[in-house]
Nanobody
Framework: VQLVESGGGSVQPGGSLRLSCEVT????????LGWFRQVPGKQREGVAA???????KYADSLKGRFTISKDISKSTLFLQMNNLEPEDTARYYC??????????????????WGQGTQVTVSS
């Protein structure tokens, strides 16, 4: 399984970014995929996940600002992030569970990880 993130960058508060994750060696159609983020010195935090049926989970703290989606034909997972806040500054990771099932947004439920892409929100 290979997960490669892209789309990170620097943006001002209130701005938007769309992250992408190219997925290989993992059948997106039948399996769960998720997004996490991590700030140095803190535990990795679950952001969102999408299962094989398209059902989505989100971290409560996001208040509807983030949207997870996938394009199976392009083997790509997306994370649309709107109205970004300085507190969203983190390295964002794409992840997949070996089980293929979205149990929770806990880091321990996911086994495969990308290298991450940095998002910085600052004025």
């Amino acid at each position: 399984v290979q997960l490669v993130e892209s789309g990170g960058g620097s943006v001002q508060p209130g701005g938007s970014l769309r992250l992408s994750c190219e997925v290989t060696g993992y059948t997106m159609r039948f399996n769960c995929l998720g997004w996490f983020r991590q700030v140095p010195g803190k535990q990795r935090e679950g952001v969102a996940a999408i299962d094989s049926n398209g059902a989505k989970k989100y971290a409560d703290s996001l208040k509807g600002r983030f949207t997870i989606s996938k394009d199976i034909s392009k083997s790509t997972l997306f994370l649309q992030m709107n109205n970004l806040e300085p507190e969203d500054t983190a390295r964002y990771y794409c992840a997949a569970p070996m089980s293929g099932i979205c149990h929770t947004l806990s880091e321990s439920d996911f086994d495969f990880w990308g290298q991450g892409t940095q998002v910085t929100v600052s004025s």
